[in-house]
């Protein structure tokens, strides 16, 4: 069955609302998996880091294409490859490059929202 | 036309029930506090028609963002406005089922159909949302509703409504065209398919020309979901009764007594129904039972042709004479 989003999720508007208050606009999103309804509340572009296989390579991958937020759903991706980097263990190796400046819990999801530590230059 | 409708007790009790739905469905609409990913799609495919943003889902049928579109003109760009008056065609779809079968079985077998459709726990789910489920819903029974008509401009306007069961849902055109069949075939009367097809190209035509010359393409679906087969999946027939509840036990009965196939109108809902079932039982990845909204109507009414069939059992006036002797004649003797 696919999923179609808990309409009865008191806490997904809001949470929609903190995140995109942490993102300036024009930005984009780099995350593991996102809906619609994700887009529409939050106004920001999403991006898949497609061909990511390490905390490193997913760096490597933002500063390449100029991206500095990373939105990442606790324990659950989309793209397989990061699957691993997402989990609970996975997410404290982050912190070695990333600030974690957001942490929201939604009926269904815990929401982490990163920036890029430093100005890193490949 | 109105004043010439006598109501009867079932009317009323029809609109009567139809009060108390609407309560309580919109009751159940004041819960919902996020629209579903689908729908956030339409609403952002709406935003891309007024603006000149690209479609957010270009994959997605129009009519549903046109709609949106055109109550945000009169209103500020808000989903909760889109949340209250999209449900609307869910009832809407109601009443037009009542209208149809009113005309055609009679006030209390077109109450139990209505009734039993818009209860129907899939129905009333999706038909709160904001999807395309209650939009093509409406037009489909509009659809019926039209090439029904002894009028001969209404085959016009169901070649629109079958226009626009495509423009809301476009798989949703498949039972439609059965139906157009089925009745042109009842009919004998090839000036209904010529008239509604006059009508029916054109709004196809102009659907898939806005969205190609907005999205540079025209897709209907996803492509994983396209895939048919011969080997059909049972995935229906298992989630019957959870689709439709236990009342679909009568459709199989209804298909058992002869009577079912002397009244031609009941042609139109068999193959509705068997058309449907077999085009979603034959995908090959994609089952779900929300697909099953738009044969509702023709289960529901094939539930009733078996209840109406029982009820019309001959008994002879022998047996039935047998009957009241053992009865009351026993009971009559002791006094």
């Known amino acids: 069955m696919p999923y179609y989003g808990d309409v009865y999720d008191k806490k997904f508007i809001p949470v929609m609302n ?3 208050s942490l993102v300036p606009k024009n930005e984009t999103l780099v995350s ?48 397989e490859d990061v699957t691993d980097l997402f989990t609970m263990t996975g997410l404290k190796n982050l912190k070695d490059l990333f600030i974690e400046i957001g942490d929201y819990t939604t009926d269904e999801y815990r929401y982490h929202l990163y920036r890029i530590k430093n100005n890193y230059t490949f | 036309m109105l004043n010439s409708v006598k109501l009867t007790k079932i009317d009323i009790l029809f609109i009567s029930f139809l009060i108390l739905f609407s ?40 009519l549903i963002s046109w709609v949106i579109a055109g109550i945000w003109l009169i209103t500020n760009e808000s989903w909760i406005v889109i949340q209250y008056l999209l449900p609307a065609f869910t009832l809407a779809a109601g ?27 899939i129905v009333f789910f999706w038909g709160m949302q904001i999807q395309t489920e209650s939009l093509s819903l409406f037009f489909l029974i509009l659809s019926l509703f039209l090439l029904k008509s002894e009028k ?36 004998r009367n090839s000036k209904l398919v010529k008239k509604a097809i006059i009508t029916c190209v054109p709004v196809i035509a102009i659907v898939i020309i806005s969205v190609f010359l907005k999205t540079d393409a025209f897709s209907g679906a996803f492509e994983r979901d396209t ?8 995935f229906y027939i298992l989630h019957s009764v959870h689709t439709w509840s236990l009342v679909v036990i009568l459709v199989p009965i209804a298909f058992l007594f002869r009577r079912t196939y002397s009244d031609k109108n009941n042609y139109t809902y068999i193959a509705w129904f068997l058309v449907s079932l ?26 009733m042709i078996a209840i109406e069939n029982f009820t019309k059992i001959n008994i002879s006036k022998v047996s039935l004479s047998r009957v009241r002797r053992h009865f009351v004649g026993k009971d009559s003797r002791r006094k």
């Open chain 1, 18 to 20: 903190k995140l995109s």
């Open chain 1, 32 to 79: 593991s998996h996102h809906f619609g309804n994700m887009d529409y509340f939050m106004n920001r572009s999403f991006h898949f880091p497609h061909g990511v296989n390490s905390n490193l390579s997913l760096l490597y991958y933002m500063v390449q294409r100029n991206f500095t937020y990373l939105l990442v759903f606790e324990n659950f991706s989309r793209v």
């Open chain 2, 23 to 62: 309560v309580y469905f919109y009751m159940h609409i004041t819960m919902i506090v996020n629209p579903t990913i689908d729908g956030a799609d339409y609403l952002l495919n709406a935003h891309g028609w007024l603006s000149n943003e690209p479609l957010y889902a270009p994959f997605r049928p129009p």
């Open chain 2, 95 to 121: 009443v037009t089922l009542y209208a149809l079968l009113r005309k055609q079985k009679g006030e209390l077998f077109a109450f139990g159909v209505s009734a039993l459709t818009l209860v129907n726990q």
């Open chain 2, 152 to 187: 001969e401009k209404h085959w016009y306007l169901a070649g629109v409504a079958i226009g626009l069961t495509f423009a809301s849902r476009y798989p949703v055109f498949v039972p439609a065209l059965t139906i157009l069949i089925a009745e042109s075939v009842i009919q």
């Open chain 2, 227 to 234: 895939q048919f087969t011969f080997l059909l999946s049972p």
């Open chain 2, 278 to 303: 077999l085009f979603w039982s034959a995908n090959t990845t994609n089952f779900q039972e929300r697909f099953m909204i738009h044969s509702t109507p023709a289960v529901y009414y094939l539930s």
